[in-house]
């Protein structure tokens, strides 16, 4: 139970069954399309999975988010707040604006869809502001940022190489889950949805 963040490959992105986003991909292109952009057609197929490939994303939304608020508070706009976290779906597009969709999710009343290359210029910005060190987990398909957070690892390199990151590391979760997500997606072509 609790809430993930996982990639999605074409044959759930197209699925037209109840766990398939075939109508938000649907409407999206619709939306992209109106605005004379191309459809978002290159959802990569699903692949066997494999540890470590970096060829599907998973992690799990565990600790607290108020230090994240604080921190984004002191960052950035309260635009580019819900920017990077607003989103209910990640697309590995560039939108100058989220896509509002009327589609339930099972977190929000509507879809909201971002672009992965502005999630993740203001992820950036974020982790430079709490120099998230080199040794976090980069290739997230089993929650690896999850269980590097709070199962030790990360509190033991805090220790060792304190910083900023390591005064809060809930707050550096987040910060760490959000650049990834971005980062996988753009990566893998993929969206990344809440589940």
């Known amino acids: 139970m609790g809430i993930y963040l996982v990639s999605v490959d074409a044959e759930e992105w197209f699925g037209a069954d109840e766990d398939g986003w075939?109508?938000?991909?649907?409407?999206?292109?619709?939306?992209?399309?109106?605005?004379?952009?191309?459809?978002?057609?290159?959802?990569?197929?699903?692949?066997?999975?494999?540890?470590?490939?970096?060829?599907?994303?998973?992690?799990?939304?565990?600790?607290?988010?108020?230090?994240?608020?604080?921190?984004?508070?002191?960052?950035?706009?309260?635009?580019?707040?819900?920017?990077?976290?607003?989103?209910?779906?990640?697309?590995p597009l560039s939108l100058d604006e989220e896509i509002r969709l009327p589609f339930e999710t099972g977190y929000t009343d509507s879809t909201v869809v971002a672009g992965a290359p502005q999630v993740l210029a203001l992820a950036e910005r974020l982790s430079a502001a709490v120099a998230l060190p080199a040794e976090t987990p980069s290739m997230c398909d089993n929650l690896d940022l999850t269980t590097w957070f709070m199962d030790g690892a990360a509190k033991e390199l805090a220790a060792t190489r304190p910083g900023p990151w390591g005064e809060d590391l809930d707050t550096a979760f987040y910060v760490a889950l959000y650049l990834r997500a971005a980062q996988h997606s753009i990566r893998r072509g993929c969206p990344v949805v809440y589940s």
């Open 22 to 91: 075939g109508d938000v991909a649907a409407a999206l292109n619709g939306e992209l399309r109106q605005r004379g952009l191309a459809p978002y057609l290159s959802v990569p197929e699903g692949v066997p999975f494999v540890r470590g490939s970096g060829q599907a994303f998973e992690e799990k939304l565990i600790p607290p988010m108020d230090g994240f608020s604080t921190l984004c508070e002191a960052h950035l706009t309260p635009e580019e707040f819900d920017t990077v976290c607003g989103w209910s779906v990640l697309v």
